[in-house]
């Protein structure tokens, strides 16, 4: 199991960047595939990103070529990069944690963070 938690969200402009951290402990942490997600109101969770624990990634086409996710093991920490930011981009961020190779998919992970807001304003 992976105790996980969200930073780095906030209100900003669109256009702008915002930096997510989840934070995670666990002995092998390097172990485990990263996604993320994102939920705005009224809406399903949605899969934007995973970080392989090989160290690729893979994007969704709503945020490919603006966002972009990278982690740091030794840290036990997993970024996002948020670019180029969008009013439809506002949401609940959270991470998740998985060791299963279907991890672009939300039934995939049991380990969640409690998420951070990001709002962005037109």
């Known amino acids: 199991q992976v105790q996980l938690a969200e930073s780095g969200g906030g209100l900003v402009q669109a256009g702008a960047s915002l930096r997510l951290t989840c934070a995670a402990s666990a002995g092998s942490f390097s172990s485990y595939h990263v996604g993320w997600f994102r939920q705005a109101p009224g809406k399903e969770r949605e899969f934007i990103a995973v970080?392989?624990?090989?160290?690729?990634?893979y994007y969704a086409d709503s945020v490919k070529g603006r966002f972009t996710t990278t982690r740091d093991n030794s840290k036990n920490m997993v970024y996002l990069q948020m670019n180029s930011l969008k009013p439809e981009d506002t949401a609940v961020y959270y991470c998740a944690a998985t060791t299963s190779r279907f991890a672009l998919s939300a039934s995939a992970y049991n380990d969640w963070g409690q998420g951070t807001q990001v709002t962005v304003s037109s």
């Open positions: 970080r392989w624990s090989g160290g690729s990634s």
